[in-house]
């Protein structure tokens, strides 16, 4: 198993960046999948980026391609999303989740979710 921390959301203006760190417990954390995603209240909750368990393989929805960059250290046990150019509609509650088998970009995928963190972007 593994527990997820997140932190370093917060409040930025439009055209910002913020940058999101995950902790996570356990010694198999090298051997997950790791995912963020965002919801606002009231809303579906939606995928941003994937990476593999050995970080070669990474994916991103198209809506933050360009801006957001996952990356993950397996020897700290740690995953980052870099947020770059943020838009008032990145405003949500990030949260970072674990896949013990493949995880894409759905959300049933992934077995293990942190406690999320709020990002708000004003314009």
């Known amino acids: 198993q593994v527990q997820l921390v997140e932190s370093g959301g917060g409040l930025v203006k439009a055209g910002g960046s913020l940058r999101l760190s995950c902790a996570a417990s356990?010694?198999?954390?090298?051997?997950?999948?790791m995912a963020w995603f965002r919801q606002v209240l009231g809303k579906e909750r939606e995928f941003v980026a994937a990476i593999s368990s050995t970080g070669a393989g990474t994916y991103f929805a198209d809506s933050v391609k360009g801006r957001f960059y996952i990356s993950r250290d397996n020897a700290k046990n740690t995953l980052h999303l870099q947020m770059n150019k943020l838009k008032p509609e990145d405003t949500a509650v990030y949260y970072c989740?674990?896949?013990?088998?493949?995880?894409?970009?759905?959300?049933?995928?992934?077995?293990?979710w942190g406690q999320g963190t709020q990002v708000t972007v004003s314009s």
């Open positions: 989740a674990a896949a013990s088998g493949f995880g894409y970009s759905l959300s049933r995928e992934y077995e293990y």
């Open positions: 356990g010694r198999t954390f090298s051997s997950y999948a």
